[in-house]
T-cell receptor, first 116, second 111 residues
């Protein structure tokens, strides 16, 4: 299947700093990528849909100024957690949809964020 | 909001036994998908079943879908210790293109 990578795989930062997470589709072009958040032993919650060349669509309750999403190319979407606080500590997972297989999403390995 | 609800929340079995997980949802769907997640890792797509399908097989996996009851089941036959993971169902509600995940079932397969 298609491969999606995320970088970094984990990050520890101080409260108040900004953290950027990259999501790349390695062997296909993804016009649409998705960002999820997962707390320990809980399910994935969709944060936003990232569309190449246009603004992201955020889910209700997700602050767009807090979680900046940029989808500048067909293989890269970035999520920036601005002014991170301890409550932002979580597991962030991206996925990408293969245009040739509209129903299938391929997930990255996730990024664990710990804000001290 | 979360649509899929899996049960049981946790399941512990011995190698060689079958594992059955159930998923219920609330609205009409285009398709339902099952994913697997090893601890602290990303998700792996297992199988997709469309709303007009009733049963699907993939290796040791068997998925059923009952749209009248708004439920699905995932059966893993002849389980192995390597099947230990969390399993999530996810639905694509009719008229939408995004996935809505259930809370998952944690499966532990003991050698």
């Amino acid at each position: 299947g298609a491969v999606v990578s995320q970088h970094p795989s984990w990050v520890i930062c101080k409260s108040g700093t900004s953290v950027k997470i990259e999501c790349r589709s390695l062997d296909f072009q993804a016009t649409t990528m998705f960002w999820y958040r997962q707390f320990p032993k809980q399910s994935l919650m969709l944060m936003a849909t990232s569309n190449e060349g246009s603004k992201a669509t955020y889910e209700q309750g997700v602050e767009k100024d807090k979680f900046l999403i940029n989808h500048a190319s067909l293989t890269l979407s970035t999520l920036t957690v601005t002014s991170a606080h301890p409550e932002d500590s979580s597991f962030y997972i991206c996925s990408a949809r293969d245009p040739g297989l509209e129903e299938t999403q391929y997930f990255g390995p996730g990024t664990r964020l710990l804000v001290l | 909001s979360q649509q899929g609800e899996e049960d049981p929340q946790a399941l512990s079995i011995q190698e060689g036994e079958n594992a059955t997980m159930n998923c219920s949802y609330k609205t009409s769907i285009n398709n339902l998908q099952w994913y697997r997640q090893n601890s602290g890792r990303g998700l792996v797509h297992l199988i997709l079943i469309r709303s007009n399908e009733r049963e699907k097989h993939s290796g040791r996996l068997r998925v059923t879908l009952d749209t009248s009851k708004k439920s699905s089941s995932l059966l893993i036959t002849a389980s192995r210790a390597a099947d230990t993971a969390s399993y999530f169902c996810a639905t694509v509600p009719s008229g939408y293109s995004t996935l809505t995940f259930g809370k998952g079932t944690m499966l532990l397969v003991s050698p």
